[in-house]
T-cell receptor
Framework: AQSVTQLDSQVPVFEEAPVELRCNYS??????LFWYVQYPNQGLQLLLK??????LVKGINGFEAEFNKSQTSFHLRKPSVHISDTAEYFC??????????FGTGTSLTVIP | DVKVTQSSRYLVKRTGEKVFLECVQD?????MFWYRQDPGLGLRLIYFSYDVKMKEKGDIPEGYSVSREKKERFSLILESASTNQTSMYLC???????????FGSGTRLTVV
């Protein structure tokens, strides 16, 4: 089974500063990679996904992520964060078949 | 847009009660999933289903059962609720193959 590691459980950042949320996974076989965002008291929404092709993936709300196969990483970035980006962010990995494996989440807090 | 609807946002039940959490999706998805979300533990898969009347155990099925009598509905059942089942419960659905999950808004269950 896969394991997904989000190294930072909490990330505080000032408004308009850049942010990177880190995600590493265990398997070196073909994988599909996802980032989800969860706003307070809501379900998870898809931010972006990597299935194949370009390793740099752009998502909603100005977020992007880069797939690095050699480092088994899929870090999420945003060049300038807003207050509204305060949320929980989950990295997820899927192999052949349908089951997703989720990381434990990173709580992003944007400070005015 | 696909909608995944969970019948209750907040639920309070007493220890020992039988609890039903309902999830309905409106896009003819084959696959449906139940997760629980706890701080520091991320999302953990309880049960999933790839078709009507089919069910598979996830990582933490103990104390839970499920029912899928119709394709659009996937119910999670707590046979005898206990305080350690206090959690956020998230339902998700997807088409077959490697596709994106769509999540419901979640049910926050408190067992007292």
């Amino acid at each position: 089974a896969q394991s997904v590691t989000q190294l930072d459980s909490q990330v505080p950042v000032f408004e308009e500063a850049p942010v990177e949320l880190r995600c590493n996974y265990s398997s070196s076989v073909s994988v599909y990679l996802f980032w989800y965002v969860q706003y307070p008291n809501q379900g998870l929404q898809l931010l972006l996904k990597y299935l194949s092709g370009s390793t740099l993936v752009k998502g909603i709300n100005g977020f992007e992520a880069e797939f690095n196969k050699s480092q088994t990483s899929f870090h999420l970035r945003k060049p300038s964060v807003h207050i509204s980006d305060t949320a929980e962010y989950f990295c997820a990995v899927s192999e052949v078949g349908n089951q997703f494996y989720f990381g434990t989440g990173t709580s992003l807090t944007v400070i005015p | 847009d696909v909608k995944v609807t969970q019948s209750s946002r907040y639920l309070v039940k007493r220890t020992g009660e039988k609890v039903f959490l309902e999830c309905v999706q409106d896009m003819d998805h084959e696959n449906m999933f139940w997760y629980r979300q706890d701080p520091g533990l991320g999302l953990r898969l309880i049960y999933f289903s790839y078709d009507v009347k089919m069910k598979e155990k996830g990582d933490i099925p103990e104390g839970y059962s499920v029912s899928r009598e119709k394709k659009e509905r996937f119910s999670l059942i707590l046979e005898s609720a206990s305080t350690n089942q206090t959690s956020m419960y998230l339902c998700a659905s997807s088409f077959g193959g490697i596709t994106t999950y769509t999540f419901g808004s979640g049910t926050r269950l408190t067992v007292v």
